[in-house]
């Protein structure tokens, strides 16, 4: 119930305000957020760095409604790979772009959205990077996954997100399961109908353990996008026995959540990388990190009351 509510709430502009506009929330958004500047990004990837930590950026924004949005979305990724150019860090800080926010939504979102990321894609490839295409509500998973496709003609690092509790990604990991194909395996983060998703924990738990043995028995680079101490510890599990080197898949994790254990796995020589969020538009990624946990719930309602 709650979940559900704070999923809606992540898309109600009434609420927003009364979010944004409160001053001890801040605190709690510095958690999960890592500023609003390239430059605080740029700090944090420094910081993760140093403990062995790779990042995949993310410059929050979604669900625009005009092009000019869409247009200011390509140029904050642009000048983001500005910024990391000089860190000479290539595919360990890479970037992960929401389509919604290049347009996908808008009339004929799914040219615009593809017109303008192209660009994006072209400069990571550049400076020797990767850009993630994360996967938002189930009505957008066909529209990413073609433009997914049309972008690994030219850029075959072009790495895309499944998510377990929709039907359909059973079939979606096979189709991807192949030479090159960067995959980053996740439970979904939305609230979905009963007619496309598992609706139980326990379910999507399980979907999640199928897609993985199928993405970690294939030949593509399988990114195990969880927090869930089950699912990290089956990762190796399959990864000793389907022989893979360290460097052929990777554990994500979202920045500060399990910070402690990011830089555990890291120095035990599990590859890591953090998803760094940052910019002015956090509102909708912090709600959908309060529905996730009940304890970020409670974070979040203390630091209202303490000073
Ligand atoms: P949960 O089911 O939330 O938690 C399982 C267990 O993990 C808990 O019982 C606990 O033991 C442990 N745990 C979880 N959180 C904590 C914590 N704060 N402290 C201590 N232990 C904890 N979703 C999308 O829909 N689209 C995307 O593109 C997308 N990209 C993502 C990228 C990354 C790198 C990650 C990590 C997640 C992404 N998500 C995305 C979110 C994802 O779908 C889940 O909503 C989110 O990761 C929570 O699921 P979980 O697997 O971490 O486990």
């Known amino acids: 119930m709650l979940q559900k509510a704070l999923l809606a709430a992540s898309r109600r502009p009434g609420l927003r305000r009364a979010v944004v506009g409160n001053p001890a929330t801040r605190r709690v958004v510095d958690r999960f957020v890592a500023g609003e500047t390239r430059d605080d990004a740029l700090a944090a990837v420094r910081a993760l760095h140093a403990d062995g930590v790779q990042v995949t950026l993310d410059h ?17 990724y642009l000048t983001l790979l500005d910024g990391l150019a000089p860190l000479g860090l290539g595919p360990a800080a890479e970037v992960s772009v929401k389509l919604s926010a290049f347009g996908q939504a808008l009339h004929g979102g799914h040219d615009v959205a593809l017109e303008l990321v192209r660009p994006v894609v072209e400069a990571a490839t550049a400076i020797g990077t990767t850009v993630t295409l994360d996967m938002e509500d189930h009505r957008t998973v066909e529209s990413t996954l073609a433009a997914l496709a049309e ?93 893979r080197p360290a460097d052929s898949w990777e554990v994500q994790m979202l920045y500060g959540i399990r910070p402690d254990e990011q830089r555990r796995l890291a120095a035990a020589g599990t590859r890591v990388r953090a998803y760094v969020p940052y910019g002015v538009d956090w509102y909708a990624y912090f709600m959908r990190r309060l529905a996730e946990r009940p304890a970020n719930v409670r974070f979040f309602l203390r630091s209202l009351v303490t000073k």
């Open 151 to 243: 972008l690994r003609k030219e850029h075959p690092g072009t790495g895309a997100v499944l998510q377990a509790m929709l039907f359909r990604t059973e079939d979606d990991a096979k189709a991807l399961a192949v030479s090159g194909s960067r995959v980053r395996l996740v439970k979904g983060a939305y609230d979905e109908p009963a007619d496309v998703a598992f609706q139980r924990s326990k379910d999507v738990d399980a979907a999640y353990l199928r897609c993985l043995e199928i993405l970690m028995a294939g030949p593509g680079y399988p990114m195990v996008g969880s927090h869930d101490p089950v699912i990290v510890q089956r990762a190796h599990e399959l990864a000793a026995q389907n022989s």
């Open 60 to 76: 929050l924004g979604e669900d625009i409604t005009d092009r000019s949005e869409a247009v200011r979305s390509r140029d904050a």
